[in-house]
């Protein structure tokens, strides 16, 4: 392949020798001089008071360095959207696995014993674990909030009674998606290192390394430029690997003895005390023309944020609006609460509550397709939102795919003829989503995207970002674009790993957001290396700097092919002319994204807006209740895939994640402990799980993107489980509402099933 065929054009990425060769340092990795190990001693009731720590056995171990609880913090409240966390219990533990004390010793095992030497007296309270229940008169309360409330989301629009009384069909049901973990490859990690002026650096998994220093400054009693974020490898976060007091409890261990602290959480701990996803009870009701027309959407959402906020009610009120903007919704009625329970704090996992939302609504028009005698497919195209348009909400969707992945699926997957030829047993189902490049409702600071381009004697080209690259190729996909905007080979481009101290501010990676933010902030500080590469070549070449174009290694004169200069000699050149200064462009990318109005809601929260379409093709054992995924297709609307190789491994891997939640994941919970926390006894898909996946990619050029590109990693998810289930019930006819869908569920509902055709006949 010709080596200067970069944007559109599929290449390994740029890290993959040092990923696969086993050089690649992850963060559990990293080993420093002198370096402790610590580990956490976490709570095992759901909800209780703390009578006395008594860590004096624990402090003489031998091996022992530290022994630290919440009276060795500042016992400053903090958290990422709500003051609810401290970085260990300070009066009382909320969960089971909360922070209650932690140890640095010379050796894991030697942390390990000493943890089984702190007593912890206890006064167990009463808990709650359920939402609904946490929000009735006379429950335990867990943070001194009203009823156990979060925080509320109210929104209407038009007339939804009137819609209703105006439609020919009105469909109502209740969906429950539930509690799963994000089951990355490594576990939550760091090593945190102090130094003598008091800075702390921090090496650790986060998808927001710029962000994440705001409340750890904060919780840390420290000024914001004491906490310096380093981002090696890490392995893989979903979501989950944001905000964690892991970090912090090392933080605390590394000032108590002045030496680093790696803290890795075992599996089971992980399980315990991660991000999981925010499980939904979601009551929707949708009405419906006799021509398949949308009228208007009635919806309440009851979220459970667990024993902390963290991102919840952001997550909540996510699924509450974001599929508004995917169809033509006119009238809209809309609740959503978030509620405190006595469990595992839930927060970001891919998908981010479109996810949530997306199983209910595409569930529900099957349903209403099914009623009207209208192809799913078609109900989808008549009332999908098209480029060009604003939603309801104020989203200006300067391109839209979505007609073209409904008729490109439905093609590919034989959909018409296998919903024609029905054969027992055996079922056909579609759904559609949308989602953000980025979303301005979440930072309300600023929205952009920045970049630092370097360019050194020898041509080589280091590119800085602030963004965060957790296996996704994010890291590729910035140096095709840097490459590109040069017109350099990829070969020549390095892209330095994330160090705050160094590299410009990001907000990181969430929201789908990395492609469209941090492309456009490295391309633009591209275009400034550019430029300034232009004007020295401008006077080797005699000529002037607008009439310069880059491409194939070289600098031109347009109109004059003949007339060029090597890149490399002008970088050469500019070193001995600039007194040995490289050349450094800097950029930063301002999208003409609008903060919603608080109570409206009316905003256009991202500069690019993804759709999609997957078709599942599923067998039903209908004497077992097993159900095996046979072919899967899907169609996404990336804008201009700046990678096709890696969108279709994201696409791969959404479609894997999916499939895993809708069938098998799930975090099995009695009493506030998780039953099921390893994965011995919390199932994912392995290969035989999992069907040929069919990867379609639409390209609408999109007039914000880098290139024209958009964001894939959420939307690869997000129509999964409502594919599957729509399936299912195309198979057997059994509507499945509340996820996983296991063979005990299918069971139940095919003799419910059995039982309703036998009355009937009576």
Known sequence: MDKYLVVGHPVPQVDARERVSGAAEFVSDIRLPGMLHGRILRSPHPHARLLRIDTSRARRFPGVKAVVTAEDTPKIPFGPRTDDWMIMAVDKVRFVGDEVAGVAAVDEDTAE?????????????????DPLEAMQPGAPLIHNKEKNIVSEFDLVKGDVDQAFKESDVVYTNRYYTNQVYQAYLEPMACVVQPDLSGKLTFYMATQIPSMTRIPYAKALGLPLEKVRVVVPYYGGAFGAKMETNLHLVA??????????????????????????????????????????????????????????????????????????????????????????????????????????MAFAVESSLDMIAETLSIDPAELRIKNGIQTGETSIHGWKIGSSGLSECVRRATEASGWKEKRRQKQFARGIGLACCNHVSGNRAFARE??????????????????????????????????????????????????????????????????????????????????????????LAAEMLEANPADLEAREGKIYVSGS?????????????????????????????????????????????????????????VEVDTETGQVRV??????????????????????????????????????????????????????????????????????????????????????????????????????IGVRITELPITPEKVLQALRRKNEDEKILLL
């Open 630 to 731: 046979i072919n899967y297709t899907a169609a996404h609307d990336v804008g201009r895939a700046i990678n096709p190789q890696t969108t279709e491994g994201q696409i791969q891997g959404g479609v894997a994640q999916g499939v895993g939640w809708t069938l098998m994941e799930n975090m099995v919970i009695e009493q506030g402990r998780i039953l099921n926390p390893n994965f011995r006894d919390y199932v994912i898909p392995g290969p035989l799980d999992l069907p040929p996946i069919k990867s379609i990619l639409v390209e609408p050029v999109d007039p914000k993107g880098p290139f024209g590109a958009k964001g894939i990693g959420e939307p690869a998810l997000n129509p999964a489980p409502a594919a599957v289930a729509n399936a299912i019930y195309n198979a």
């Open 446 to 535: 600023f929205d952009g995207g920045a970049g630092i381009v370097r360019i050194g004697r020898e041509g080589k080209v280091l590119v800085y970002h602030g963004e965060s690259d957790m296996g996704q190729g994010q890291n590729t996909v910035f140096a095709q674009i840097v490459a590109e905007e040069l017109g350099v080979s990829l070969e020549q481009i390095e892209v330095a790993r994330v160090d705050t101290d160094v590299s410009p501010f990001g907000l990181g990676s969430f929201a789908t957001r990395g492609t469209v933010f941090g492309g456009n902030g490295v391309k633009a500080a591209a275009a400034d290396a550019k430029r300034q590469v232009f004007e």
């Open 251 to 356: 933080a605390v261990l590394a000032q108590k003895t002045g030496k680093p602290v790696r803290m890795v959480n075992p599996r089971e701990e992980d399980f315990m005390a991660g991000n999981p996803r925010v499980p939904m009870a979601i009551n929707l009701t949708i009405g419906a023309k006799k021509d398949g027309t949308l009228t208007g959407k009635e919806v309440k959402v009851v979220g459970a944020a667990g024993a902390r906020a963290v991102y919840s009610m952001v997550i909540v009120a996510t699924a509450c609006y974001r599929i508004d903007s995917l169809y033509h919704f006119k009238n809209l009625r809309t609740k959503g609460v978030t509620a405190y329970t006595n469990t595992v704090p839930t927060s970001a996992y891919r998908g981010f509550g479109n996810a949530q």
């Open 113 to 129: 014993e000493a943890l089984s030497l702190i007593e912890v007296e206890y006064e167990p309270l009463l808990a709650v674990f």
């Open 561 to 617: 092919p003949d007339k060029n200069i090597p890149f490399l000699k002008v970088a050469e050149n500019s070193l001995y002319k600039r007194g040995g200064a490289p050349i450094i462009g800097t950029g930063f990318w301002v999208p003409d994204t609008v903060l919603p109005d608080p109570v409206t809601k009316y905003g256009n929260i991202s500069p690019a807006y993804p759709f999609a379409c997957q078709i599942a093709e």
